[in-house]
């Protein structure tokens, strides 16, 4: 035994004495292996990273801005990448100026630092039901009173947001193909959303992590495009440039982003110089309007295998989401059956999904999961979701043989 094996832990925080790990983080450790077909992960593709694109970008930082490269930054960002950042949202949605973006380390550490900057313990922030579990993760940590938006099967309902949400801190959603569900909110309820936050006082946070991955059709402007004056909006690099970057970015009112750039200075000074030029350079180059079209047809591709696959493998009773971009479908079984129970079983049989109740604020519905497709090839996509089928099946013939 080490001494450090010995060794006393450190005193905790309260935010640490409240954090766990999770049970279901622990099963997908198992789902890593290679002879696991896994549905599990929100990884973008291998496929998708643009390695001679980014390669040749990195030479040519290297060679015509070495020594910036290789040195420390401003908080809030390069002004190369800011601006390219604020050409391309400008291209895509609406004017931004540069001033109005703020650089961080993946858009992960935007949501812990919005959770810092802007809430309190008992502090009620608003969440889509369900929701991404690693924004929860964030916000958990500030011990706030989460708030559920009603949704349905076209996502959070902004006709039954009442006086409850008046003052509330703000409101987190990815309105485009949302994770988990993978469902994108139509621009009438967008529109709505923004006119209710003006009413009852509150923000919004808007985390756009998968706009650019949409397959025939793209989605409907971001939110802030309506109500500019309190959204901030969350972009990232991972899943159109590189995940291993740690590169992301929010837009926003530059009042709102000054609490962040403080809080981020105490966290790490900045995001890694380096990768914001090799990003600024990939932008200027116009690779995203070169690199994307190949993404988006693998995405799709994939989506429809999954899709094929479960209209042929599912029983009846079961149902599913049939999203038009992004990298998530969200099935939904017979109330009877807990897929945080059949997990266990789905990996002995060499097969991992995310357990829908990973993704909920207060009270979890047990009879979800999710399925991401994309890193998947559609040999195995089929042959896994036969496997989950199967075990569905199993269920349902044990309850009605009762």
């Given at each position: 035994m080490s001494e450090f094996e010995l060794s006393a832990t450190p005193p905790k925080s309260v935010r640490t004495r409240g954090s766990q790990r999770s049970i279901i983080?622990?099963?997908?450790?198992?789902?890593?292996?290679?002879?696991?077909?896994?549905?599990?992960?929100?990884?973008?593709?291998?496929?998708s990273f643009p390695v001679e694109a980014i390669e040749k970008a990195t030479d040519w930082v290297l060679e015509h801005h070495g020594a910036q490269a290789l040195q420390y930054s401003s908080t809030e960002g390069e002004p190369a990448l800011r601006k390219a950042i604020a050409e391309r949202e400008t291209e895509l949605s609406a004017p931004v100026e540069a001033d109005n973006i703020q650089i961080v380390s993946g858009s992960q550490q935007a949501l812990d630092l919005i959770g810092s900057a802007y809430v309190?313990?008992?502090?009620?922030?608003a969440v889509e039901n369900p929701t991404y579990l690693g924004a929860l993760s964030a916000f958990k940590l500030q011990?706030?009173?989460?708030?559920?938006?009603?949704?349905?099967?076209?996502?959070?309902?902004?006709?039954?947001?009442g006086p409850e949400f008046r003052g509330i801190?703000?409101?987190?959603?990815?309105?485009?193909?949302q994770n988990p569900t993978g469902i994108t909110l139509s621009e009438e309820r967008?529109?709505?959303?923004?006119?209710?936050?003006?009413?009852?006082?509150?923000?919004?946070?808007?985390?756009?992590?998968?706009?650019?991955?949409?397959?025939?059709?793209?989605?409907?402007?971001?939110?802030?495009?309506?109500?500019p004056e309190r959204t901030l909006t969350l972009g990232t690099f991972s899943k159109?440039?590189?995940?291993?970057?740690?590169?992301?970015?929010?837009?926003g009112p530059k009042a709102a982003l000054d609490p962040l750039v403080v809080l981020k200075q105490a966290v790490d000074l900045h995001t890694s110089t380096f990768t914001q030029l090799i990003s600024a350079r990939c932008l200027d180059t116009g690779l995203m309007n070169a690199h994307m079209p190949a993404v988006r047809e693998l995405y799709k591709t994939q989506c429809s295998c999954m899709l094929e696959a479960l209209e042929k493998y599912f029983p009846q009773g079961t149902s599913w989401t049939k999203p038009d971009g992004g990298m998530f479908i969200w099935v939904t079984l017979p109330e009877y059956i807990n897929t945080d129970e059949m997990m266990k079983e789905a990996l002995d049989r060499k097969v991992a999904y995310v357990p829908g109740s990973a993704f909920y604020a207060n009270e979890p519905e047990l009879n979800k999961m999710r399925l991401s497709f994309v890193t998947v090839p559609p040999e195995k996509i089929d042959a896994g979701i036969k496997i989950l089928a199967q075990l569905v099946k199993e269920r349902i013939d044990a309850r009605e043989a009762k």
């Open positions: 983080r622990e099963l997908l450790k198992l789902a890593s292996k290679p002879d696991v077909i896994s549905f599990a992960g929100g990884l973008p593709s291998p496929k309190d313990e008992g502090s009620v922030i011990r706030p009173t989460f708030l559920t938006i009603p949704t349905d099967e076209y996502g959070l309902n902004p006709d039954k947001i801190r703000f409101a987190y959603v990815i309105p485009t193909f967008r529109k709505k959303l923004a006119e209710k936050a003006r009413e009852y006082d509150f923000w919004i946070i808007e985390d756009n992590p998968y706009g650019e991955l949409w397959y025939d059709h793209q989605p409907p402007k971001p939110i802030r495009c309506y109500a159109v440039l590189s995940p291993g970057f740690r590169l992301g970015y929010v837009v």
